[in-house]
């Protein structure tokens, strides 16, 4: 991983066999990064991308794996009650079926290991975000008061 910083954003480079998701987390806790987005792409070799069931109230995970396109990433970055930043982030993944088909799978992303490289920018808010339950929706979301 490499990043600079410039003006408001960080630019970061996810190399071969970092994970995604780990990696931001681990800029946000080196640089006190307590809210904020990120977008990126990149090439990945595996993927787990979920799926929130309400009815069960949890998630069932999809994985992939070979050469997967990371054509999209968006997310957000608040701060659990104790101090972690907590991601919560979506992702588009194209790749190629047995068959040669192209395939795209999208969903709430889990985590992913790059392949070749991933670009990410990360841009901080000025204030922290925190975390709470939500009663009505039956999950934590942001506490912005």
């Known amino acids: 991983m ?4 410039m003006k408001d954003s ?9 994970k995604v998701v780990e990696t931001i987390k681990g800029l946000c806790r ?6 904020g987005c990120f977008q990126g792409i990149g090439a990945c070799g595996t993927a787990v991308i979920s799926t929130y069931i309400p009815e069960k109230e949890d998630f069932i995970d999809h994985t992939i794996s070979g050469m997967i396109e990371m054509i999209s990433l968006m997310g957000n970055v608040s701060t659990e009650g104790g101090g972690e930043p907590f ?24 985590e992913a290991e790059i392949s070749y490289t991933g ?8 204030k922290k975000i925190g975390r709470m ?5 039956g999950i934590d979301v942001w506490k912005l008061s």
């Not at 490499?2 to 910083?5: D, L, P």
């Not at 960080?10 to 970092?18: M, T, V």
């Not at 670009?119 to 000025?126: D, F, G, M, N, Q």
């Not at 339950?133 to 929706?137: G, H, I, L, R």
Request: glycine residues 4%; aromatic residues 10%; proline residues 2%.
């Open 2 to 5: 490499e990043y600079k910083k």
């Open 10 to 18: 960080f630019y970061l480079r996810i190399d071969k066999n970092e």
């Open 30 to 35: 080196r640089e006190k990064i307590q809210a």
């Open 87 to 110: 991601l919560h982030s979506h992702a588009v993944f194209s790749y190629l079926k047995d068959n040669g088909e192209i395939a795209v799978v999208a969903g709430h992303l889990k």
């Open 119 to 126: 670009e990410i920018v990360l841009t901080p808010a000025e």
């Open 133 to 137: 339950f939500d009663a009505k929706a």
